[in-house]
């Protein structure tokens, strides 16, 4: 339903206040690209489930408490972590989605009735360089 508070399998880091919500079926990497992201200084907001909420036009992720400050590193276990109660969402990565253009159109993602950039996955290695950038400085149309 528009506008209502929705729960994701998802996971979600923030630069300097600005969200980034990682999607993709299980096993596609969310909680590795938000590790790597985080050794790059970006905060944990939430692994695995992520409570998105519609505040006044914005898009606001959350942890659910149960598993605030936690995130799973494969073959390691579940670390602790220091984490944000909150980010507002800057963009939406789709890791079920490869992007195949070199320069990519601007898209748009739909959720909890908040419109939101999206952007699809890549397995350039210079990935999460590259969105910690883009979440600190934006991109150019």
């Known amino acids: 339903m528009p506008g209502e508070p929705l729960l994701l399998?998802?996971?979600?880091?923030?630069v300097e206040g600005r969200g980034l919500l990682i999607l993709g079926p299980s096993g596609a990497?969310?909680?590795a690209l938000a590790l790597q992201m985080m050794a790059l200084g970006a905060a944990l907001v939430s692994d695995d489930q992520t409570l998105l909420s519609p505040e006044e036009g914005r898009l606001v992720a959350s942890a659910p408490a149960p598993i605030s400050g936690?995130?799973?590193a494969r073959f390691l276990g579940i670390l602790t972590v220091p984490s944000l109660a909150s980010a507002?969402?800057?963009?939406?990565l789709d890791l079920g989605q490869t992007e195949t253009e070199?320069?990519?159109e601007y898209r748009k993602i739909t959720l909890a009735g908040?419109?939101?950039?999206l952007a699809y996955?890549?397995?350039a290695p210079h990935l999460a360089a590259a969105l910690m950038c883009l979440l600190r400085y934006g991109r150019s149309a």
Request: net charge neutral; glycine share 4%.
């Open 9 to 14: 399998h998802a996971s979600c880091v923030a």
């Open 29 to 31: 990497g969310k909680s």
């Open 70 to 72: 936690l995130i799973e």
């Open 88 to 92: 507002e969402i800057a963009l939406v």
């Open 102 to 104: 070199r320069l990519p």
């Open 114 to 117: 908040v419109s939101c950039a």
């Open 121 to 123: 996955s890549s397995s």
